[in-house]
């Protein structure tokens, strides 16, 4: 079946540690994104690629990195610079540029900083 | 970054009842689009909307793209038990087409009363 697949689906780290989160597609989208979401808040970009090899900051990128090596994966690093990294992250692709950008979403991974 | 207005914040209704949401904005958009999220889930794509004035139903939902091209609402007739979760609206800015960026509404919680 096609779709976005997020793992894991909880993790747990402890201050002062990097964590990286896994985003999979298999639905030949050429753009992907990562967001974070809070309780009782929207959806915050973080980063976003529309093609290989390329990126750009969303509207929250400091203390995340990413990489896009290949057209399948988007993988997010939470790194210690993060100042409040515990929330539900959601990773999204959609088809290419010429689209009027319908987002599909992933089942997202919660991470708790203990 | 923007956020658009979402109203209202949360409803309680009981079983049968229809429901009213909108967005709104001081901005233009191209593209509007309704996703809903169960708890712990990422967001579903319910409605895409493309231009000004088009109404789209799905099965017991009805989205429609303000004339104006600053606003959006959705409806949801004869509510049923499956339709509690968080609704919310998605644009994608004038100024943004060709960026693939979306902005999102702050959500509307629906709850159904038994």
């Known amino acids: 079946d096609g779709g976005i697949t997020q793992s894991p689906k909880y993790l747990f780290r402890k201050e002062g540690q990097n964590v990286t989160l896994s985003c999979e597609q298999n639905?030949?989208?050429?753009?992907m994104y990562w967001y974070r979401q809070d309780p009782g808040q929207g959806l915050r970009l973080i980063y976003y690629?529309?093609?290989?090899?390329?990126?750009q900051k969303g509207d929250i990128a400091e203390g995340y990195s990413v990489s896009r090596e290949k057209k399948e994966s988007f993988p997010l690093t939470v790194t210690s610079a993060q100042k409040n990294p515990t929330a539900f992250y959601l990773c999204?692709?959609?088809?290419?540029?010429?689209?009027?950008?319908?987002?599909?979403f992933g089942p997202g991974t919660r991470l708790t900083v203990l | 970054g923007q956020q658009l207005n979402q109203s209202p914040q949360s409803m309680f209704i009981q079983e049968g009842e229809d429901v009213s949401m909108n967005c709104t904005s001081s901005?233009?958009?191209?593209?509007w689009l309704w996703y809903k999220q169960e708890p712990g889930e990422g967001p579903v794509l319910l409605i895409a909307?493309?231009?000004?004035?088009e109404l789209t139903s799905n099965g017991r939902l009805t989205a429609q793209f303000g004339i104006t091209r600053k606003d959006s609402f959705l409806n949801i007739s004869a509510s049923i038990p499956s339709d509690v979760g968080i609704y919310f609206c998605?644009?994608?800015?004038?100024?943004?087409?060709?960026?693939?960026?979306?902005?999102f509404g702050t959500g509307t919680r629906l709850t159904i009363i038994p």
């Open positions: 999204a692709s959609s088809p290419s540029w010429s689209s009027y950008n319908e987002q599909f």
């Open positions: 639905l030949n989208h050429d753009a």
């Open positions: 690629s529309q093609i290989v090899n390329d990126f």
């Open positions: 901005s233009i958009f191209n593209t």
């Open positions: 909307l493309y231009k000004a004035g």
């Open positions: 998605a644009g994608q800015l004038e100024h943004d087409f060709g960026n693939e960026k979306l902005t």
